[in-house]
């Protein structure tokens, strides 16, 4: 089925790995982006991506590295993972970067940093 | 980004309509007003979008104020799968296609 495709669905780090959160869509969405769901603090924006090899902060940058070389790809890569860091992880998808469109979010993924 | 005010939590019997309200005083011109849903353990759902006229689809309605001051999601007949926590979201043209969660309505559905 058409979507937003996130692996893996459950992690668990310590403290100082560094791992990669895998999305891929096949809507051939120019726009992509990562965020987090911490209990209590809504979603939060990490890094977008306006098409292949544009890339931009969002809000909570820190800590994170993206790429974007093809369309379909987006993964999020944890430098040196910390306990702060531990979240649900959630990538989205939409045609364009405009007001007019709607997001497909993935499932997430769901991380722990011990 | 605008602000948008909803109810904390809502309360609906299985197979009856359900009015989810959104105040959004501040809203610009430009500013569509977006609809997610998050189901338990689920990533957020697109819902329905609009700027200035009602709008249907096959999940939703789209009440919109004439002034653009509050807005209504309106599910025709509730279904325990509906029950999820809603978010009412303005998007303008210069959010860099952020998308801004509040803490949104948390709507129960009794069978």
């Known amino acids: 089925n058409a979507g937003v495709t996130q692996t893996p669905k459950f992690q668990v780090l310590k403290t100082g790995q560094s791992m990669t959160l895998q999305c891929a869509q096949d809507?051939?969405?120019?726009?992509m982006s990562w965020y987090r769901q911490d209990p209590g603090m809504g979603l939060r924006l990490i890094h977008y991506s306006v098409g292949a090899g544009i890339t931009d902060q969002g809000e909570v940058p820190n800590g994170y590295n993206v790429s974007r070389s093809t369309t379909e790809d987006f993964p999020l890569r944890l430098l040196s993972a910390a306990p702060s860091q531990t979240s649900v992880y959630f990538c989205?998808?939409?045609?364009?970067?405009?007001?007019?469109?709607?997001?497909?979010f993935g499932s997430g993924t769901r991380l722990t940093v011990v | 980004d605008a602000k948008t005010t909803q109810p904390n939590s809502m309360e609906s019997n299985e197979e009856e309509p359900v009015h989810l309200p959104c105040n959004h005083s501040?809203?610009?011109?430009?500013?569509?007003i977006h609809w997610y849903r998050q189901l338990p353990s689920q990533g957020p759902e697109y819902v329905i979008h609009g700027l200035t006229s009602n709008v249907n689809n096959r999940m939703a309605s789209l009440a919109i104020a004439e002034d653009r001051k509050s807005s209504t999601l309106i599910l025709h007949r509730a279904t325990l799968r509906d029950a999820a926590v809603y978010y009412c979201i303005l998007r303008g043209g210069t959010s860099y296609g952020k998308l801004t969660f509040g803490q949104g309505t948390i709507l129960t559905v009794h069978p």
């Open positions: 989205a998808s939409s045609p364009f970067r405009g007001p007019n469109y709607g997001y497909t």
């Open positions: 501040t809203i610009s011109g430009t500013d569509y």
């Open positions: 809507m051939n969405h120019e726009y």
